[in-house]
């Protein structure tokens, strides 16, 4: 193996693991620093009655191109998985009222054009607090959702005793963990 052969046979050798470690690098999934959006969900009292779910839509949709672009100068072109790592409810009115007094139950769902809703975190029961955190489901891919130009959210909720003159708000905030392909 001596002589220009050895060399050759060496040269192609290495250049084929130079390509092998190339195509692995690309296929590399990169997590980004968490991202968190929030939805925002306004419900007349009137349209609720005790224990019966309603479903609220959010009065805001989320495009993640900016915070894409300032974790690294991504496109949603690259996001390969994405999914909600924490999510939590948290009431802007009435004021002074617990969660305990007016929810027995939340799920949150996303929403896009062209794609089925997906519940992405619920919760039953509330402290008595104006926040709560809500159990993320788990093994839930949102990366289609991610893709599209915006996002929104539905709030499905159980209310308790709801005041037909009440105006309700609630905040939803989620965390996503978004992956990339690398390069």
Known sequence: MHGKGGWLALALLAFTLV??????????RLTLPEIEVSFRFEV???ALSDGQPYTATAVNTVDLTTALQQRGGYTKNEVV????????????QPALTDLS????????LLTASGLSDLEVASRTG????ETASLAPRSGTDV??????PAFGAKLRLV???PDDRETYVYEVRLTLRVQVEGV
């Open 19 to 28: 390509l092998a470690g190339c195509e692995a690098a690309a296929s590399e």
């Open 44 to 46: 007349n009292g009137n």
């Open 81 to 92: 998985a994405a999914s909600v790592t924490a999510a939590e409810i948290e009431r802007v």
């Open 101 to 108: 007094e007016l929810l027995s139950e939340a799920r949150v």
């Open 126 to 129: 509330f402290p008595d607090d």
């Open 143 to 148: 990366a289609a959702f991610v893709k599209k």
């Open 159 to 161: 209310p308790l005793q």
